[in-house]
């Protein structure tokens, strides 16, 4: 993995702006750094303005695993499309579709409720999205304790649903919803282009870098360097964001 913002990383970022890229953003850990209660996340008001501008000029979707309706109430700009919930549900140029549901969400959903003073005792904050679930344990005393009562409840997880980790977070979806790769490949169909560059930071990010290694138009750079993962480029963490996106602006300058 190549630092992205190295003298080799900023020619290649440059050689992708000038194809006018489809330029999608993971959320929370790429755009908005990670804080202890998910309800305050946000994004830095220099990076909110260099996206607007950035959309101004070029399509610009967000990838992420929080419902659209969360992930709208905190953009200052309106994409050209947003994913939710992990790929769960899409909104397009003004057209909203749920992509994969199911009936075993509305059996856990009443398990989890008949669990409630268990999950609260362990820590467990629930965030229900409709479409899917997250189970926060950022600010669980004992780490350990909130994944095992966590692991109790979804012992027997039917196999319509699905879970995977993430940062301090259990997620469950439908297990016929498309991860952020199918819904980006569909994104990338409907909108008609050809070249995108993807900014994540997490586990539901790893099909989308998968994803990128399979195809010759696409760019992908994780925030956080780690070994195990598919990138193709990294940043150090968050803080390198804002800058990534001001070299991405530049390189859309007339002069560039
Ligand atoms: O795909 P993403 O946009 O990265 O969304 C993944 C999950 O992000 C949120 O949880 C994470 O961020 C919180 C705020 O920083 C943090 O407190 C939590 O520990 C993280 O897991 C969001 O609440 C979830 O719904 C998303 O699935």
């Not at 969360?70 to 919930?85: C, N, W, Y």
């Not at 994969?100 to 409720?113: T, V």
């Not at 997490?202 to 992908?220: I, K």
Request: charged content about 20%; glycine content about 6%; hydrophobic content about 40%.
């Amino acid at each position: 993995m190549e630092h992205i913002l190295s003298a080799q990383g900023l020619q290649v970022l440059r050689n992708y702006m000038q194809q006018r890229p489809l330029l999608a953003f993971d959320f929370d850990g790429t755009l908005a750094p990670i804080v202890a209660k998910p309800a305050e996340a946000s994004i830095p008001s220099a990076s909110l303005s260099t996206l607007q501008q950035l959309s101004e000029r070029c399509a610009v979707a967000i990838l992420t695993g929080r419902s659209i309706r969360d992930a709208q109430s905190r953009l200052g700009f309106e994409p050209r499309g947003i994913v939710g919930q992990h790929g769960a549900e899409s909104l397009v140029e003004g057209e909203y579709r749920v992509v994969g549901a199911s009936q075993a969400l509305a059996g856990l959903r009443q398990k989890i409720a008949e669990h409630a003073d268990e999950l609260r005792a362990a820590g467990v904050s629930v965030e229900d999205k409709q479409q899917s679930f997250a189970l926060h344990y950022r600010q669980a005393d004992d780490h350990p304790r909130a994944r095992q009562c966590i692991a109790r409840l979804l012992q027997d997880l039917p196999a319509q649903l699905q879970q995977s980790a993430g940062k301090c977070v259990v997620n469950i979806v439908a297990g016929d919803s498309p991860d952020k790769a199918g819904a980006l490949s569909a994104l990338l169909d409907r909108l008609q282009l050809a070249t995108v560059i993807f900014l994540g930071d997490d586990e539901n990010d790893e099909p989308v870098f998968r994803y990128a290694m399979t195809r010759s138009h696409c760019l992908s750079i994780k925030v956080g360097a780690h070994e195990a993962s598919s990138a193709q480029y990294y940043l150090h963490d968050d803080s390198e964001v804002q800058t990534l996106l001001m070299h991405m602006l530049q390189a859309l300058a007339p002069h560039a």
